[in-house]
């Protein structure tokens, strides 16, 4: 199915280097790591993260399934700083694929301190 292969190819690039502005696997920053991941796929996306948020169709963070977006704010009704893709969505928490200051990683963000606090919006584009 299309999501998994999204999610796969994406996770080939864990442990690229974190580079502000970054859109390729020399280095990436977080929307140009989900631009570069869905070019793949023929879906186009802008090169920032608040412009991608506008992109594609909105669905609850809850019902995000694999491949979709997921966008943070540091405040509620804050600017979008940070967008990532989702591996997975059950029980055990919803698990994304994203570009930080760590590089690209995986990460469960339902049980993380940091970003748990900072989830916002969710996107489906394809």
Known sequence: MLREDVVQYAKQFVGTKYIYAGKDPKGFDCS????YVWKE???SLSGSSRMQEDQGTPVSVSKAKAGDLIFFRREKR????HVALVVSNSRD???VIHSTNRGVVIDNISNNSYWRPKISTARAVL
């Open 93 to 95: 928490g919803l698990k």
């Open 78 to 81: 804050g600017r979008v700083f």
């Open 32 to 35: 140009g790591f989900t631009r």
């Open 41 to 43: 796929f023929d879906v």
